[in-house]
């Protein structure tokens, strides 16, 4: 057993698995929440756990919580990222993070190396367990004299199919605001040698179907910059290299109708500030000459196209079914994105006894040593308990525990600002999870 402190900031669903973990392994948890109900949550039911209130911008107080730990984990917004890891250089404390290493972050590299602490990043699902078992591959494909001619890599975080039983085939494990937000990034990615750029309101039109096993209808696109993997995974001679995001079929066509008709913008509208009802405010919102649903869904129609009449159907019943046409009042956001949020939380989350479902498959093209081509698939499904872990909080918030003991333990040194992009830091998680956890991505070979 061990007497190690760590700081835990955040309390949302991914954070209780990182926290049993070290419960578990008799590390004191200090947690800290914006407000003391949320922290108090998390400990209950856990062994050597402290609830406190913090305000991770109040650089004092942050201070002085991490200077009485030996490591703060960081699972808040990943805008404060940079702000905690500073507190930890002049505290001289190491860090874990499940985010991607922004720009901010990555400044901060060299005071980190000169703190002689550890800030590992990027060690939950996507990004993650995606990193662990990319590098593994690509470095036995190298080691064996052959070449990833094409890296494709798709995750979803989704309702397990029975689960999948609205307009969208999908519901909120997470920020609502933050999903939708995710469906207006621009994408950038290699094929067949050549960069492809697409703005992020025309993200929704690239979306293909994509086939991992029969029994799942995906369809797939790219998400945010994927050519900065052929550096990072060492890959100068992939010719093709995406990284996107795996959906069911039926729900990028549904978008695409929303962000034509105004509903995932952030310009504050006073319409918008009072508890109107929807036809009321998707009438101001689409420009209808009025709040009757012919004319609504007339004024939507002239804002974007539908492949065919059956589709059209389809949308506009979803479209209804989320109250859009009706006399429902809105819960007043002051934007059309964060009023819609309002309403699909309510209407899209997960009901008692229903599962979620991570979907995860890498897909290399390979060419061997002696000229033979291949393709290898790795892949990774699980599904959530609905009394125990959800799959996501599973697949983010174990990888993240099993890190932080690592650290804790020695067995990651490294210093600086750290991603898992390396054997020697990957491998020991690797052991740790599937031996532990059971957690593991399952290789096919294909000639």
């Known amino acids: ?14 954070t209780r698995p990182t926290a049993d973990i070290l419960s578990s ?59 905690v890891i500073k507190s930890a250089i002049r505290q001289k404390k190491d860090v874990v993070t499940t985010s991607y ?31 662990l078992y990319a590098v593994k591959t690509i470095d036995e494909v190298h080691k064996a004299g052959g070449e990833i001619t094409s890296f494709l890599s798709y995750c979803g975080g989704l309702p397990a199919p029975e689960a999948s039983d609205n307009p969208l085939g999908y519901k909120f494990s997470w920020s609502s605001r933050g999903a939708l ?31 991992i096993y029969p029994g799942y209808a995906f369809v797939a696109y790219a998400n945010r910059d994927s050519t900065a993997y052929r550096e990072k995974y060492n890959i100068p001679e992939a010719k093709t290299i995406v ?19 105004g509903f995932l913008t952030e310009e504050e509208k006073d319409f918008l500030k009072q508890p109107v ?16 649903e012919d004319d609504i869904i007339w004024a939507i129609s002239s804002r974007t196209q539908f492949s065919n009449t059956d589709e059209k159907n389809r949308i506009v019943a979803g479209l209804r079914w989320l109250g859009l046409f009706s006399d429902e009042k809105i819960t007043p956001r002051g934007s059309p994105l964060d009023t819609l949020c309002a309403t699909m939380e309510a209407k899209m989350s997960f009901e008692e ?27 990774l499904v699980d599904y959530g308990d609905p009394k125990g872990y959800s799959a996501m909080a599973k697949l983010v918030g174990i990888p993240c525990g099993v890190a932080v003991m690592q650290v804790l333990d020695g067995t990651i040194k490294q210093k600086g600002i750290l991603a898992p992009i390396t054997r020697e830091l990957n491998d020991p998680i690797m052991k740790e999870l599937k031996e532990t956890y059971g957690i593991t991505m399952q290789e096919k070979v294909i000639r």
């Open 1 to 14: 057993m061990t007497s190690k402190k760590v700081l835990l900031l955040g309390s949302g669903f991914v």
């Open 25 to 83: 392994k008799g590390v004191q948890v200090t947690v800290a929440c914006r407000t003391l109900e949320s922290a108090k949550k998390l400990c209950e039911g856990l062994a050597n756990c402290s609830p406190i209130s913090l305000d991770a911008s109040d650089a004092d107080a942050l201070d002085k919580a991490i200077s009485k730990v030996s490591l703060v984990i960081s699972l808040i917004p990943y805008t404060y990222h940079a702000t």
């Open 101 to 131: 290493v922004s720009p901010a972050m990555e400044a901060l590299d060299k005071d980190a190396k000169e703190a002689g602490i550890t800030v590992l990043n990027e060690i939950g699902l996507d990004p993650g367990i995606d990193n």
């Open 181 to 211: 937000l995710a469906l207006r990034n621009n994408a950038k990615f290699y094929q067949d040698g050549k960069v492809v750029e697409t703005p992020g309101e025309k993200l929704m039109d690239t979306a293909k179907p994509y086939y």
């Open 243 to 261: 990284r996107g995001s795996l959906r069911y079929q039926g729900f990028p066509q549904f978008i695409k109708v929303l962000v034509d008709a």
């Open 277 to 292: 009802p929807w036809k009321e405010a998707t009438a101001k919102i689409i420009g209808s000459s009025s709040t009757s």
């Open 353 to 379: 006894g229903e599962r979620d479902m991570v979907m995860l498959q890498h897909r290399f093209e390979v060419e061997n040593k002696d000229g033979s081509k291949e393709t290898r698939t790795l892949t």
